[in-house]
């Protein structure tokens, strides 16, 4: 495809016309790939970025300028998804250098309690990497292209601060962002942690010195997304969020993946087998004013789906019905009726299956996801899983699941908890954060996953929920319930779902 040239390593662009070569067409295109590999910016790139052509020949970004971190956990069928993940990179690495990336996993980071929540780990990062051009950050379910990344991260110049990822904006001010630009929501952008996101190191430099001399503000870690932006653009007076428009969260199969650093699965985990229905209990928390107003919500939508439920109440109706477990009802925290329901699953009452789900009576679930992506798990192991939120973590504290889009526990992490001795400290105590507590002393990680929430569809961004398949929403202010059930949990093709998640699978395994 060059003749007339005996060996061609590269051949930057704007000096192919003074050699004795012909090149075929398809001889231009191989010449154009092999450039973007060794870091030649086109004539094409420089319009795009922030650097013209000189000045990037002059700063060239190997892969081992740039430090992957992969957002993993330890629960092991994550911790294996990372784990491919990881060894995907380095397979593309070693086709393309002799230098290999470095990739991090951050569940194995075990001295940061809160590693996952990003800000504590600043300061290792910087130590450990300092010399480093570039921090990127991942999800387990990210595809990340090597070649095109590079490419992307070529154009942005890496002596100064950058903040790069998706953007994403709130249409409307919301609860899980404490109402923050309440005033005009859609001006502020933060990264969809899904397409990837990436800082320069002397952005990474910077936050580290600061983060030495004063402590991050928030106690509580609830979107830790738009957590991330806030602290780094407003808080430390950072760059605010550039918008990438490489990083993706397509799915990599789609037309549009081509031009994609980043893609993402619209992904539901499935691992081979359907959890049956009747190895799922469900314990729902009520009180007698919520009766007539919520519970007709449940038995309208998602009861009808499933085969062991009960409802605890501060009252006995016969015609739900509702059970009373002796624990008198609270305005908050619900941590003493939560402890019974518990005991109540591994006691003689109920069936003895290997998984409980509690929720409140103003949760909306869809249950044929929820058995999908149990079929992923082990319930032999010790599984706390749904939305996670954390406490007090650059200090040291504790991650729990958030109640309101509900909490799965295997039967094994049940009786640990149990066993353990670890309770509430008093009946209107927060359930959530005292299970986190509890589960946290025991060394049982809290697994995350993002398709449960505790607020409802309008309150995230609908970029976000673009390329999720939800499993829970919470809450039913000013909404329709059985409009949101219908729209966003109910609305399914069954044989299509299937099929995706086990082209899914596939792609997962072929990694």
Known sequence: WAEGCAVLFYIPLQRRGTLDCKFSEKGERKLLFYNIILGIATEQDTSQGSLDSSESQKMPIELNDVVFVIQSQKQSFHANQAAKLKQDILQQAEVLSQYLPTVVLIHELSKHEGAWTIIPIIPYLASTYGKKSWIFFCEEQTRVKITKLLEVLRRYDKRKEWF?????????????HHYAFAEDPVVFKYPDFAAGWSMS???VNRLSKQLRNEKPSSDFTIDLKH???????????GPSLTPVREFCTEDVTSSEAANCATTFHTYLPFCGK???????FFAVKTCQKFHRERIPIVKKTWEKEVVLIEYYSDHVDSSIPTLYLGVPNTERGHCGKTFAILKRFVSNAVPEVPWLMIVDDDTLISIPRLQRLLSCYDPSEAIFLGERYGYGLSTGGYSYITGGGGIVFSREAVNRLLHSGCSCYSNDAP???VLGMCFSGLGIPVTHSPLFHQA???DYSKDYLKHQVPISFHKHWNINPVEIYSTWLANEDDFKLHQKTQRTKKEREDL
């Open 164 to 176: 790069l990822g998706k953007a994403l904006h709130d249409e409307q001010s919301t609860i899980i």
């Open 201 to 203: 190191l002397p952005l």
């Open 274 to 280: 359907l959890v049956e229905k009747e190895s799922i």
């Open 456 to 458: 409802r569809p309008m």
């Open 431 to 433: 359930d959530d954060m």
């Open 227 to 237: 957590e991330i932006a806030l602290f780094i653009s407003q808080r430390s007076k």
